[in-house]
């Protein structure tokens, strides 16, 4: 996340009548396309990541796309942009949770690499079967895309006993499970297990909710300064694989140095 432009509270703020999208980029053949048809660069490949404003069809620009938000000056300026695009468009009269699920990463592994980069706790949806899992979405999805906690988890679900290798004491039954990345995000410990019965025998959201508070008030990211986080990888042998080729010529650069190739 650029914290010069997204963490700022008016555009946090503004970004609540959008539509938000985290971007898989090398993790996802169909998206990494896409990404490359919105921005030019001089390699012709996509580099790294894409921010663009997109209308309601997602195939219309509103704004110049580019690596970053830098095209606009200011944080104030990209939220006065994100206003002015809003006011265009009705918005929905329902709550969007009404009708949607968490938002979810590709897999189990892809979430927890996401929520170790960005501190952030990882929820678990664990389902075998599309009705436990809508059954533990219904009280999970309004917490999800509320005020209260949007921003504050990084969202997966697992459909199968492998989905949770990566996750300490884990067991594989309907529920929700709220738990803590290992610093490279290769495995993580479960902080909270919600069973779906427990859920259930609320009639509202009463244990995720609690859970939910407890995690915000008390979480601590495991924490490292870049060079440290780098070479402890590399004396670990620990390489994240992509799902597509890198095609960023500085990141490619960057790590080729910090390998010493």
């Not at 929820?123 to 917490?143: C, H, I, Q, W, Y």
């Not at 259930?200 to 859970?211: D, G, L, V």
Request: charged share 25%; hydrophobic share 40%.
């Amino acid at each position: 996340m650029d914290r010069s432009f997204l963490s700022i509270a008016q555009v946090v703020k503004a970004s609540r009548q959008f539509v938000c999208i985290r971007l898989a980029t090398y993790e996802d053949k169909q998206e990494a396309e896409f990404l490359k048809s919105l921005v030019r660069t001089r390699s012709g490949e996509l580099e790294n990541t894409v921010f663009a404003l997109l209308s309601p069809d997602g195939r219309t620009r509103l704004a110049r796309a580019g690596r970053g938000p830098q095209s606009f000056r200011s944080a104030s300026g990209l939220a006065a942009e994100m206003n002015r695009i809003a006011d265009q468009y009705h918005r929905a009269a329902k709550p969007l949770w009404s009708n949607t699920s968490p938002p979810y990463m590709k897999s189990v592994e892809l979430a927890l690499n996401v929520a170790a980069c960005d501190r952030l706790p990882a929820v678990v949806v664990v389902a075998a079967n599309s009705t436990d899992r809508e059954r533990l979405e219904t009280r999970l999805s309004p917490l999800a895309w509320s005020e209260q906690f949007g921003g504050k988890f990084v969202y997966a679900t697992a459909t199968s006993k492998s989905d949770l290798k990566p996750i300490t004491k884990s067991i594989f039954e309907p529920s929700v499970l709220l738990v803590q990345p290992g610093v490279f995000g290769l495995t993580a410990e479960i902080l909270h297990t919600l069973p779906l019965a427990q859920i259930q025998a609320e009639s509202k959201a009463t244990p995720i909710q609690a859970a939910f508070q407890a995690v915000v008030a008390d979480f601590q990211p495991q924490f490292m300064d870049y060079r440290s986080h780098i070479d402890l990888g590399i004396n670990l042998d620990i390489d994240w694989k992509t799902e597509i080729p890198v095609t960023d010529r500085q990141s490619i650069q960057a790590k080729q140095r910090s390998r010493g190739q």
